[in-house]
Nanobody, 117 residues
Framework: QVQLVESGGGLVQAGGSLRLSCAGS????????MGWYRQAPGKQRRELVA????????SYADSVKGRFTISRDNAKNTVYLQMNSLKPEDTAVYYC??????????WGQGTQVTVSS
């Protein structure tokens, strides 16, 4: 059974930084293109904010470009999201999963990020 565990969220002031981690069961992370998603309060849909391919190519939503950095450690089967210059509008629950949402595994619990102004 595929399991994804996100961690690293918290409460931070605007302009601060956080580093999120996503650990996957087995080798699922190292074998797949992965993405970080977020679901803001009151929003029904998750927003894809960053992806990383199996060979390390990355892409970002315009809203986070230049502030967020996605990376992966295949040996640890873990994907990271370094978030800098955080804004109140970054407040959301953050999840990781396959980069292609239509083929996503079961979603994990996510990790809450709250940015105060």
């Amino acid at each position: 059974q595929v399991q994804l565990v996100e961690s690293g969220g918290g409460l931070v002031q605007a302009g601060g930084s956080l580093r999120l981690s996503c650990a996957g069961s087995g080798s699922i992370v190292s074998l797949n293109a992965m993405g970080w998603y977020r679901q803001a309060p009151g929003k029904q849909r998750r927003e894809l904010v960053a992806t990383i391919g199996t060979y390390g190519s990355t892409s970002y939503a315009d809203s986070v470009k230049g502030r967020f950095t996605i990376s992966r450690d295949n040996a640890k089967n873990t994907v990271y999201l370094q978030m800098n210059s955080l804004k109140p509008e970054d407040t959301a629950v953050y999840y990781c999963n396959k980069a292609m949402e239509s083929r996503a595994w079961d979603w994990g619990q996510g990790t809450q990020v709250t940015v105060s102004s």
